[in-house]
């Protein structure tokens, strides 16, 4: 395609997307990012249901859209229709990937399941993901991430101790199911060189969401029952929070003894508090914190935050400013660091792109191409790919397929 960046690692690897929503478009978003040619096939009408959430970018894009999206062609193909469905199976013989995120059968039912697109293709790597085992009593359960943080056990960790199950702000067992993904297909396609063979990649929500509890699974584990939630604090680290100074938040992190040292003597000035039996070891303090913590508390709030943040770096302990989501994109951090970039847009004059956060070499990954508008790339890839004459794509469109 004409937006390929033949310097990047995946350039030359098609990749068909037939996902739709959030674990499957961040995946595909992945590996276009590495330099893929990711075609995204979208209902001619109402395109991926995340055209329809967040906030209106143009006519047919919104910002969650945009936000899983970047690096894509979008070719309208109606797979309810004979004609898309055999549309979509012609690029899959074009494509070296093909991820998937239908109900359980679905892929199978429209002919494009994995032994249907491999009969022409052994070296084709399939990736399928579901809410739950394909294999197992749940398959066709569909899969939601708040359902599965639930499930999985995330909201019983996050939050505070006096509060009720708390969901992370983000989808994160869809995010991180899609990074999941994207990793078992650049082993695949690894493999592939070696092997000449495809393979069938499946994953699961519950797995991801139940593997990124992390080391509070294994405490959980061994002790029995959940661990305690702690909020922003740290089960075994203290102090190690967020704080409230004078003028407002900020994060700090002693994680020594000897940290824990400076910060009294130094930064907070009370150098009683090392010398007690009570908190000399992180063991004893996170034992202690309910007496120690308030008398931080007392002294960090009569502190301006400039200056606590200037003697905790001075001192070399971790600490940072708390801010608000804007303040963060909009940062000269962000902006150092090329992470939020602007493209024009023909309606809606222009829009943001977040940036990969991938460095090669000292050089960020492009963003090649914006969040692409709803069948943008329908006639051009389905004219240089399968040779469909424009005849022919104008017909299709009459009739509803494309």
Same mark, same amino acid.
């Given at each position: 395609?004409?937006?390929?960046?033949?310097?990047?690692?995946?350039?030359?690897?098609?990749?068909?997307?037939?996902?739709? *929503?959030?674990?499957?478009?961040?995946?595909?978003?992945?590996?276009?990012?590495?330099?893929?040619?990711?075609?995204?096939?979208?209902?001619?009408?109402?395109?991926?249901?995340?055209?329809?959430?967040?906030?209106?970018?143009?006519?047919?894009?919104?910002?969650?859209?945009?936000?899983?999206?970047?690096?894509?062609?979008?070719?309208?193909?109606?797979?309810?229709?004979?004609?898309?469905?055999?549309?979509?199976?012609?690029?899959?013989?074009?494509?070296?990937? *093909?991820?998937?995120?239908?109900?359980?059968?679905?892929?199978?039912?429209?002919?494009?399941?994995?032994?249907?697109?491999?009969?022409?293709?052994?070296? $084709?790597?399939?990736?399928?993901?579901?809410?739950?085992?394909?294999?197992?009593?749940?398959?066709?359960?569909?899969?939601?991430?708040?359902?599965?943080?639930?499930?999985?056990?995330?909201?019983?960790?996050?939050?505070?101790?006096?509060?009720? @199950?708390?969901?992370?702000?983000?989808?994160?067992?869809?995010?991180?199911?899609?990074?999941?993904?994207?990793?078992?297909?650049?082993?695949?396609?690894? !493999?592939?060189?070696?092997?000449?063979?495809?393979?069938?990649? !499946?994953?699961?929500?519950?797995?991801?969401?139940?593997?990124?509890?992390?080391?509070?699974?294994?405490?959980?584990?061994?002790?029995?029952?959940?661990?305690?939630?702690?909020?922003?604090?740290?089960?075994?680290?203290?102090?190690?929070?967020?704080?409230?100074?004078?003028?407002?938040?900020?994060?700090?992190?002693?994680?020594?003894?000897?940290?824990? !040292?400076?910060?009294?003597?130094? *930064?907070?000035?009370?150098?009683?508090?090392?010398?007690?039996?009570?908190?000399?070891?992180?063991?004893?303090?996170?034992?202690?914190?309910? *007496?120690?913590? @308030?008398? $931080?508390?007392?002294?960090?709030?009569?502190?301006?935050?400039?200056?606590?943040? !200037?003697?905790?770096?001075?001192?070399?302990?971790?600490?940072?400013?708390?801010?608000?989501?804007?303040?963060?994109?909009?940062?000269?951090?962000?902006?150092?660091?090329?992470?939020?970039?602007?493209?024009?847009?023909?309606?809606?004059?222009?829009?943001?792109?977040?940036?990969?956060?991938?460095?090669?070499?000292?050089?960020?990954?492009?963003?090649?191409?914006?969040?692409?508008?709803?069948?943008?790339?329908?006639?051009?890839?389905?004219?240089?790919?399968?040779?469909?004459?424009?005849?022919?794509?104008?017909?299709?469109?009459?009739?509803?397929?494309?």
């Amino acid at each position: 395609m004409s937006n390929l960046n033949s310097s990047l690692p995946l350039a030359g690897v098609r990749v068909l997307d037939l996902s739709r *929503v959030l674990a499957g478009p961040w995946c595909g978003m992945v590996l276009g990012d590495f330099g893929a040619e990711v075609i995204k096939v979208e209902h001619p009408k109402r395109g991926d249901d995340t055209r329809d959430w967040g906030l209106r970018v143009g006519a047919t894009e919104t910002t969650y859209f945009n936000s899983v999206n970047r690096n894509k062609r979008s070719v309208c193909l109606d797979l309810q229709t004979a004609e898309g469905q055999q549309i979509a199976r012609e690029l899959a013989q074009q494509s070296d990937v *093909v991820i998937q995120n239908f109900k359980f059968g679905g892929a199978e039912k429209l002919g494009l399941g994995y032994e249907r697109l491999k009969e022409g293709r052994e070296d $084709l790597i399939y990736c399928s993901i579901s809410g739950y085992d394909r294999r197992g009593p749940e398959a066709a359960r569909p899969g939601y991430d708040v359902v599965l943080q639930g499930e999985a056990g995330l909201m019983a960790l996050n939050g505070e101790r006096d509060q009720p @199950p708390l969901k992370f702000g983000v989808a994160a067992v869809d995010l991180f199911t899609g990074m999941y993904s994207a990793q078992a297909v650049l082993a695949a396609l690894f !493999e592939r060189r070696k092997t000449g063979k495809g393979r069938h990649i !499946e994953m699961a929500l519950f797995d991801c969401g139940l593997m990124i509890t992390s080391y509070y699974g294994l405490e959980s584990m061994i002790m029995g029952e959940d661990p305690p939630r702690y909020g922003n604090a740290h089960p075994s680290i203290v102090p190690y929070g967020v704080f409230d100074a004078e003028d407002g938040p900020l994060v700090i992190a002693v994680g020594t003894n000897r940290q824990y !040292e400076r910060f009294c003597r130094e *930064v907070i000035e009370r150098p009683d508090l090392v010398d007690e039996d009570r908190f000399r070891t992180n063991i004893v303090r996170a034992a202690n914190r309910e *007496v120690l913590v @308030p008398e $931080l508390k007392r002294e960090i709030a009569k502190r301006k935050r400039e200056v606590l943040l !200037e003697r905790l770096a001075r001192a070399g302990i971790p600490c940072g400013e708390v801010l608000g989501l804007h303040e963060a994109l909009t940062s000269q951090r962000a902006a150092e660091a090329g992470l939020v970039t602007t493209y024009a847009h023909p309606e809606a004059g222009s829009t943001h792109v977040l940036a990969p956060p991938y460095r090669f070499d000292g050089a960020r990954l492009p963003v090649r191409s914006a969040p692409p508008q709803l069948g943008e790339g329908t006639n051009e890839v389905l004219h240089s790919l399968l040779g469909l004459s424009h005849e022919r794509l104008s017909q299709l469109k009459a009739e509803g397929v494309v």
